[in-house]
């Protein structure tokens, strides 16, 4: 894709969030509802196919191009921004480990067509959060499969076209043998167990259900999910979040600022007390798009040597990206706060142009999309057998 063609689709991601997404972030916040207009309006201009390689028909937007989209989205909208970013988690995965395969090169063409919006199953009843254990069981019959998967939490599940889904890769595989599943469109049904009724991202209607689907064997991804997990979900994720956490943020100090700049005018000639605070949260938000910016470049170049380069199953890369996880989930709450402090009771109030709390509340996700605690424990683990360098 040429560079211009790269930054039209960012164009068209601010232009979405100031004019669909924005405007319609408060109602999708207030009644946990999904944002259909954002995501019709993504359909139009064909993002949800942009990671796609143009010899597919898609817009071949490199992954900063995706941090970049999910980061003007997320300044408008968080919800929306998520949204994006956890299809195109599945995109990746898809397009790095199975486009060698007829079967999803044509699936991938048929979604440049038809925008076919994927979500993503990974939580299940039973493990949590704990993404490389599954219990429930791919169960194989001839050219066929059938799958049964109790999930906790799955963003826009009664709005997916498709599934990308984890399973243990037969009945009498264990626990962290698994593999990642197309279940598409008519060959499922979602059941949904109970509410989603949270605290913030409201718009991603992540409740949980009950999937009950069938495929053909085509549909499973030859590459164990491990593989797909460590080269390409975790740190596709990592970066896509950080670009929504990155627009979050943005939001927040732009308010702030605003809010400053408002102070200033009232008593032209002097520097509002709040202006200091100012300048000492712009750095935090620097901080946060700086410490994503260094370690995108270092995937974008470990990915893209033929076969993917073998650091990205290391111990190290691993602690690297999980560090990138648990300090952006920290900061963008620490900018949150620092902002609502600047704004005051302006920022504290719902009815108020500086109003923070939808954006200090979906700010809190990320600590949770995946648990923090449970990443450090893992850190624990690996930090106990890393040699030295
Ligand atoms: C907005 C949002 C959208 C989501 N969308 C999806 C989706 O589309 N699809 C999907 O599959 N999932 C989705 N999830 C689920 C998410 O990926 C995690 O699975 C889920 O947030 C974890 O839920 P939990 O905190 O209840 O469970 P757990 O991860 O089990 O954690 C429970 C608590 O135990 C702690 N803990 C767990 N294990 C350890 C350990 N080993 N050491 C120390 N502490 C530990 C955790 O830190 C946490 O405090 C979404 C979550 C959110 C918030």
């Not at 989603?196 to 991804?221: H, V, Y």
Request: aromatic fraction near 6%; glycine fraction near 6%.
């Amino acid at each position: 894709m040429t560079k211009s063609a790269t930054s039209s689709l960012i164009e068209i991601a601010r232009s979405i969030g100031q004019n669909i997404a924005g405007p319609a972030a408060n109602d999708v916040d207030e009644k946990a509802r999904f944002p259909i207009e954002a995501l019709n309006a993504m359909k139009e201009q064909s993002l949800l196919s942009a990671y796609i390689p143009q010899y597919l028909g898609g817009a071949g937007a490199s992954l900063r191009d995706l941090a970049m989209i999910s980061e003007e989205l997320g300044r408008h909208c968080g919800a929306t921004a998520m949204i994006f970013a956890m299809h195109q988690i599945q995109v990746a995965c898809i397009v790095h480990h199975a486009v060698d395969r007829e079967y999803f090169r044509n699936y991938l063409s048929d979604l440049v067509h038809n925008q076919h919006l994927i979500g993503s199953v990974t939580s299940e009843l039973g493990v949590g959060g704990e993404m490389r254990s599954s219990i429930c069981a791919i169960e194989e019959e001839a050219e066929n499969f059938i799958l049964v998967k109790d999930s906790t939490t799955s963003s826009y599940g009664a709005y997916a076209d498709d599934l990308l889904v984890t399973a243990r890769k037969s009945p009498s595989s264990p626990a962290n043998d698994q593999v990642l599943v197309l279940v598409k469109k008519g060959d499922f049904t979602m059941a949904q167990n109970g509410n989603w009724n949270p605290m913030g991202m409201r718009g991603t209607c992540s409740a949980p259900f009950k999937l009950t689907s069938k495929g053909n064997i085509d549909q499973i991804l030859k590459v164990p999910f491990s593989t797909i997990s460590s080269h390409t979900m975790v740190p596709v994720s990592h970066f896509v979040w950080a670009g929504t956490w990155v627009g979050t943020a943005r939001a927040a100090v732009s308010k702030a600022r605003a809010f400053v700049r408002g102070q200033a005018r009232a008593k032209p000639g002097t520097v509002p007390p709040t202006a200091l605070r100012l300048a000492e949260v712009v750095p935090l938000l620097q901080l946060l798009r700086t410490s994503t910016d260094a370690l995108l470049s270092e995937y974008e170049r470990l990915i893209s040597s033929y076969p993917p380069s073998e650091e990205l199953s290391s111990i190290s890369y691993a602690l690297k990206l999980n560090n990138l996880k648990l300090s952006g989930s920290e900061l963008i709450v620490e900018i949150a706060n620092r902002a609502l402090n600047i704004c005051g009771v302006a920022g504290y109030k719902n009815d108020s142009k500086f109003s923070l709390g939808r954006v200090l509340r979906d700010a809190h996700a990320a600590a949770l999309m995946v648990g923090n605690d449970r990443i450090l424990h893992t850190n624990a683990g690996m930090l106990l057998v890393l040699k030295d360098d």
